[in-house]
């Protein structure tokens, strides 16, 4: 029986070792260079980093992972599981903007994980080394680039005593906040994600064959979750292929993504629910007509709220494409649960549920909620009243708790964060709860999730902590009131979730609201690498908070969407 998947790669690279692991598109596009791993390199690059890192002295310590997309990030991150050295996936910095965000949020990382090596590509090693001056976090760090290390190292490498308890790999789940999180995932929590995804998603031994192998595309940043757990290592865990891409080639050309499918024809491929409908803006009758998606059989949207009206249009505009509704498949996870929790059935159209009476099978118009499925096998899933902390029954809202091998073994490093997430119980319930902060409900077995009892704001699949957001705004122009701005998202319908910004600004200074708007706007877009929907400035004292002075973000949402906020206005020129 496997201990790891480090076990199961030495499999794949005995049994079948010419066999595609990974191929990745370096354009984006199908007709351009491609690059690709067989088990029996991947095996060999992967115990190359091992040995390397093993002969350091390094095991058991953390490794930051900087690397650009590609597969080199593959072998790095497989290398550190076979050198039992805890993986520290990272954004690299790339872009000037992006380069501020990610240098941030890497030195934060670094000090929380008490990194001791960073493996990188070779342009962010270089870059880093001619910023060592001016980055004391780098002191005592070791800094190399994967590609040098050389295939001659692998033989070195001895395999790591990796118990299912062991902690195979840090996923931060902040995209910005100033106190990072890093959800401490097992190697037995990856192998019982991994049969949940494969149970769920239909990836039996006989549909893998039926499909010669092909098993993923994906465009999904691989230093996230979603990108990470599902396409890369859903792979590797059952000896499959995927084809892979950068997630920017697919913003800079959404239709790349069904190009890939078509081409490579997989059974399985998704994104948030965002990628849809970015697809569905390029799809003309000139794309239309070249694609052949009769093969997709698992759609997977997750990771953002899922919409009815995207999955209707999805399927209506893509059907002369060969794309069928039965593909679609709404699904829910979340890094604290390693990711998986619950998914649709293969086969089947999704379930709505209808406004009115709560009613499955709702028609679109009607829908409320979209269903995300049923739990995995041997994950339990309860609906809590967050307060009491007693179960709910059938169709009544309130937050979901997760049970299970696949529930992480807390954060790192912040007993307290972790007994309050992850050490929750239920009266005749013997396993302790993952207190997700989502809120949803239970019917007929599936899972539908309504909304978030946190305040924590998600735009095109990437988190953003509405403190962050306030902290960021308030420091742009003196007229704004410390403690007096409140962050959040407002869902816009075909555009998805966006965010809001609502800010008190002093009196008399109604002159400037125009310039301090221009100010907010770019402030937030260069910290966070977000977008801002819309800027609202309020007279002083209007914002509702609570007795203790607390921002009423909730409150201040049902304001801005009611139209009842004390919006102030540049004066008109004479």
């Given at each position: ?438 809120l949803g409900l239970l019917r007929g077995g599936e899972l539908f999730v ?77 910290a966070h690498g977000l977008a801002v929907h819309d800027v609202v400035l ?37």
């Open positions: 029986m496997a201990r790891s998947l480090v076990d199961l790669l030495t499999a794949h690279a005995s049994n079948h070792p010419d066999r595609v692991a990974y191929r990745y598109l370096v354009t984006g596009d199908c007709d351009g260079e491609i690059q690709e791993l067989t088990y029996a390199r991947l095996a060999t690059r992967s115990r190359a980093v091992a040995a390397w890192l093993q002969e350091r002295g390094l095991t058991g310590s953390r490794a930051m992972l900087l690397h650009p997309p590609g597969l080199e990030f593959i072998s790095a991150y497989l290398g550190c599981l076979s050198a039992g050295v805890v993986a520290v996936p990272g954004v690299p910095p790339q872009g000037r903007s992006q380069n501020h965000r990610a240098l941030t949020r890497m030195k934060r990382l670094m000090a929380d994980a008490d990194a001791r090596v960073v493996l990188g590509g070779r342009e962010v090693i270089a870059s880093l080394d001619g910023l060592a001056a001016h980055l004391p976090e780098l002191d005592g760090i070791t800094l190399i680039a994967t590609e040098d290390i050389p295939d001659e190292a692998a033989a070195a490498w001895r395999p790591p005593l990796t118990g299912p308890d062991d902690v195979a790999f840090l996923q931060y789940t902040s995209g910005s906040t100033a106190a990072p999180r890093g959800v401490v995932v097992t190697h037995g929590n990856l192998l019982d994600n991994q049969r949940v995804i494969t149970e769920r998603m239909g990836h039996t031994p006989e549909t893998i064959a039926a499909y010669d192998h092909e098993l993923f595309v994906s465009w999904l940043p691989v230093y996230h979750d979603m990108g990470l757990i599902g396409p890369v290592l859903n792979t590797v865990h059952l000896g499959a292929t995927a084809t892979l891409f950068s997630p920017l080639h697919f913003l800079q050309r959404p239709a790349r993504w069904p190009a890939a499918v078509s081409r490579y024809r997989p059974h399985t491929s998704g994104g948030p629910n965002f990628a849809y409908e970015l697809c569905l803006k390029h799809a003309d009758p000139d794309l239309l007509d070249g694609l052949d998606l009769g093969s997709w059989r698992v759609a997977f949207n997750g990771a953002e709220p899922v919409r009815a009206a995207t999955l209707r249009r999805f399927a209506d505009v893509f059907a002369p494409a060969g794309f069928r509704r039965e593909a679609l498949y709404p699904c829910y996870g979340l890094a604290e649960a390693t990711l998986m929790v619950t998914g649709g059935t293969v086969g089947a159209p999704p379930t709505l549920l209808a406004a009115a009476d709560g009613t499955p099978n709702a028609g679109e118009a009607d829908a409320a909620a979209v269903s995300c499925g049923r739990p995995g096998p041997g994950v339990s899933v309860a609906v809590v009243h967050p307060e009491r902390r007693q179960e709910l029954p059938e169709g009544e809202v309130g937050e979901i708790w997760v049970g299970g091998a696949s529930v992480a073994k807390g954060y790192w490093r912040n007993a307290l964060a972790t007994r309050e997430t992850f050490r929750a119980q239920l009266p005749d319930r013997e396993c302790r709860f993952l207190r997700t902060g989502d309504t909304g978030r009892l946190k305040d924590l704001i998600v735009v095109d699949g990437r988190n953003h902590y509405p403190q962050d957001l306030e902290l960021t705004a308030e420091l742009t122009h003196p007229a704004l009131r410390p403690g007096c701005t409140a962050a959040f998202s407002v869902d816009f319908g075909a555009d998805g979730e966006r965010a809001v910004v609502v800010a008190e600004i002093a009196p008399d200074t109604a002159g400037e609201a125009e310039k301090i708007t221009d100010l907010i706007r770019s402030a937030v877009g260069e309020v007279a002083a004292g209007t914002i509702p908070k609570t007795s203790s002075g607390k921002i009423q973000r909730g409150a201040t949402r049902t304001a801005y969407v009611d139209g009842t906020l004390s919006v102030v206005t540049a004066p008109a020129l004479d």
